[in-house]
């Protein structure tokens, strides 16, 4: 007996190193998904009807118990938008608005829809030969994640200039091919052919008629308030948070924060109620509100994101949040949070508490 409780005690102590060594890297997971990111935007400026906005055209995302998601920015072209902006210069107005000029006037109706069928057909081709032929670039996945591509007709920008001010519509028609890695690790390893393969690949399209989730909306509007400046103790939004749902993922929400405004050289900081700091007093308070503002963020999107009820239970609410601007300091850029909808239901309904709750929100640093 007491050999067997040796045994036991050894084997346990040879896993432990097995533990560790499984953990993402998180350096290389940033190095492999910039480059496959770069091979899905070069397979995809064949597309005319693409807009770059300020950025790279394509982002891709590692979610712990997920997998990968890649997102194809493309602009609403055709449709229903009454206005199409392209952009043509940045400005430095502490608004975070872009100016934005217009493009050619657009297409009839009848030569809109032929385009917009065109370009839904292409983005699938894409999306399958992506996954098929280039997924095997991102390394330290498990066989059940998921690398899904998805690409929806986005929003145009809000327009603002001495003169003038405009919102253009957009629609939120999305296409979405998704993979099991499993299933790339078999066609790898000669399991199955490429044919097979590409049989397995979901794709799923939403045509879209412009109706949201309700809830999603609400979810939004509940962020937008609890950091507005006037009630906020850490960052604020000075913009409403843009979401994406994506069937099978849950739903995302993107947007950034703020910790002052600059006057005359000097900061205002609201979150904390001072003002006259100098850079170097602004850029302390916000490393020490860091901590405070994800504290804050893991509790609200618990107590507040358990009145979404659209999501499924395998699904996740994510926030992807760009930080407030902070040279040379000790916060990441960007992060994620996410957590699952069986999480936010079991709160709810009060299966678990807030502490166990919160637990379950997984935080990661993005580059």
């Not at 040796?6 to 940033?30: C, F, G, H, R």
């Not at 072209?77 to 199409?84: E, L, V, W």
């Not at 591509?149 to 296409?175: A, L, P, R």
């Amino acid at each position: 007996m007491k050999n067997l409780i040796a045994v036991i005690i050894v084997l346990s102590v040879w896993t432990l190193p097995a533990k560790v060594t499984a953990q993402i890297n998180e350096d290389k997971m940033d190095k492999d998904l910039r480059v496959a990111s770069k091979v899905l935007e070069t397979l995809s400026q064949g597309e005319e009807n693409i807009i770059m906005y300020g950025g790279d055209n394509v982002e891709g995302n590692y979610i712990e118990g997920y997998g990968v998601i890649f997102s194809i920015a493309s602009s609403n072209m055709y449709g229903r938008q009454k206005y199409a902006y392209r952009i043509s210069r940045g400005v430095s107005t502490g608004s975070g608005v872009a100016v934005v000029a217009p493009v050619s006037p657009l297409p009839p109706k009848d030569k809109s829809v032929k385009e917009e069928k065109t370009e839904s057909t292409d983005f699938e081709a894409i999306m399958v030969e992506f996954l098929a032929d280039y997924s095997h670039l991102i390394g330290q996945l498990k066989p059940t994640d998921k690398i899904v591509v998805s690409t929806k007709k986005s929003e145009f920008i809000y327009v603002m200039t001495d003169e003038t001010e405009q919102i253009s519509e957009g629609g939120n028609s999305s296409i979405a091919a998704e993979m099991l890695k499993k299933d790339h690790n078999d066609y790898i390893g000669g399991k199955i052919s490429h044919d097979q393969l590409v049989a397995k690949i979901k794709v799923t399209k939403n045509e879209g008629d412009d109706s949201r989730s309700k809830d999603l909306d609400m979810f939004g509007s509940m962020l937008g308030t609890l950091y507005n400046e006037s009630y906020t103790d850490t960052y604020f939004m000075s913009w409403r948070a843009n979401y994406e749902r994506i069937k099978g993922v849950g739903v995302i929400y993107a947007f950034k924060v703020y910790s002052s405004y600059d006057e005359d050289g000097l900061y205002r900081m609201p979150g904390i109620d001072k003002k006259g700091l100098t850079d170097e007093a602004r850029n302390e308070n916000v490393v020490k509100l860091y901590p405070q503002f994800v504290a804050g963020m893991k509790e609200n999107i618990i107590h507040y994101g358990r009145t979404i009820k659209s999501l499924e239970d395998d699904e996740m609410l994510i926030l992807k949040i760009t930080l407030t601007k902070c040279d040379g300091c000790s916060i990441p850029k960007k992060i994620q949070l996410s957590v699952k909808q069986t999480v936010l239901s079991n709160f709810n309904s009060g299966k678990i508490k807030l502490t166990e709750a919160v637990s379950n929100v997984k935080v990661t640093d993005l580059k």
